[in-house]
């Protein structure tokens, strides 16, 4: 019910952070991973990381703030393996800065990102899937639905991932295409450690908020991921669910 054997997963943003850990979990429940992504470098090493664990990997460098760039990323997928099954939408970006400091080419950095780019990879991706069904997994955030003084255009293109999610799901339910989203709390990578240098006391705040106690690593991400992604799911559509130790029912 949860394997994934045989499947073919895009994971954008995969080559670190929260999207290696769900490229892992995808791979070691049998999935054939792409990881799409726009730094050459780091996307081969994580090929060759996921090959050590005997998993089928490609990587395919791409922007997907590009439309162009993004169909050739899944007609290239096609061409090699025949079949699409799941895309993560995974890659984004942050700019920490006020509101009334945000330029208008920050705002559309991060909305191009984080929220078209996310639309993009998943219109591309519907004709491959319309016949055969799919899924598609929106990684949001806890700015989903919390506000942030500092994060204002982040927190609006995450906002807006939520409610694309649901948009898709009730569009492509009758082609077979579950469209869910993932809520990551505060999660140690690349990108939250730079906050916790900018941001004074949220490395300690964050802790005291999460019921678990803890920050999290990419792999917590796996599991949900690989549920999402099997047929362990095909009845679940349009929900945002929370992988956050606790933080966003907590007092």
């Given amino acids: 019910m949860f394997g994934l054997q045989g499947r073919v997963a895009i994971v954008t943003g995969g080559n670190g952070g929260i999207g290696l850990g769900i490229a892992r979990g995808m791979a070691e429940a049998g999935a054939r991973i792409v990881i799409a992504a726009r730094n050459a470098s780091k996307s081969r090493a994580a090929v060759d990381e996921l090959s050590t664990m005997g998993a089928e990997a490609v990587a395919i460098e791409v ?11 899944t007609e290239d997928v096609m061409r090699r393996w025949g079949r699409l099954d799941v895309v993560v939408n995974n890659a984004g970006t942050n700019i920490r800065t006020p509101p009334h400091q945000v330029t208008l080419e920050q705002w559309r950095t991060v909305m191009d990102t984080n929220l078209t780019g996310a639309f993009l990879c998943a219109r591309a991706a519907y004709p491959h899937m319309k016949t ?8 949001g955030s806890l700015l989903s639905t919390f506000g942030a003084a ?18 898709l799901a009730v569009a492509w339910a009758a082609d077979n295409i579950q469209v869910n989203a993932i809520l990551p709390g505060w999660i140690d990578t690349d990108l939250s450690r730079g906050a916790r240098r900018e941001i004074l006391g949220l490395e300690q705040s964050a802790v005291a908020r999460t019921p678990m106690g803890r920050w999290g690593r990419p792999d917590d991400l796996a599991g949900i991921a690989v549920f999402l992604s099997s047929a362990a799911s095909d009845f679940i559509t349009g929900t945002a669910i929370p992988v956050d130790g606790g933080y966003s029912i907590a007092l």
């Fill in 132 to 139: 055969t069904g799919g899924k598609i997994i929106n990684i």
């Fill in 63 to 73: 922007d997907v703030t590009s439309e162009t760039a993004v169909a050739s990323m």
């Fill in 150 to 167: 500092f994060a204002p255009a982040y927190g609006a293109s995450k906002g807006g991932l939520v409610q694309l999610t649901k948009s």
